[in-house]
């Protein structure tokens, strides 16, 4: 009997100090830390790509491409198709795809 008194006082304390938060833990009980799930770009962080020079250089090059293929147009009414032409009109496509992607990513609303 006696044993079980002098357990229960030394491990009395012990399980209080650790069940009970210390001050210096900064421990909210009433209101726990919000969880971000998904980071939402800010304004600034669309704009800032928008704004981007490599976007910037991909649609001057895009743009280039357009007349290119508008001034083309007249050489294909011939009859004439070159190689040249074929890997310029694939790579206009790939300048779209990606200007595309890069405006309806800086465009999304969180």
């Known amino acids: 009997m006696r044993f079980r008194v002098c357990l229960c006082?030394?491990?009395?304390?012990g399980v209080l100090l650790?069940?009970?938060?210390?001050p210096g833990q900064n421990v909210d009980l009433m209101r726990?830390?919000?969880?971000?799930?998904q980071?939402?770009?800010?304004p600034e962080d669309r704009m800032a790509r928008a704004n981007s020079l490599q976007l910037?250089?991909?649609?001057?090059?895009?743009?280039g491409l357009c007349t290119w293929v508008s001034d083309?147009?007249?050489h294909v009414r011939q009859g004439l198709l070159s190689k040249e032409?074929?890997?310029k009109l694939k790579r206009l496509e790939k300048l779209s795809k990606r200007v595309r992607e890069e405006l309806a990513q800086t465009s999304t609303a969180p």
């Open 56 to 63: 910037q250089k991909d649609a001057k090059e895009l743009a």
């Open 85 to 87: 032409s074929l890997e």
């Open 72 to 74: 083309d147009m007249d």
């Open 32 to 37: 726990p830390p919000e969880i971000e799930v």
């Open 9 to 13: 006082l030394y491990l009395l304390p």
């Open 18 to 22: 650790v069940a009970v938060p210390l």
């Open 39 to 42: 980071k939402h770009p800010s």
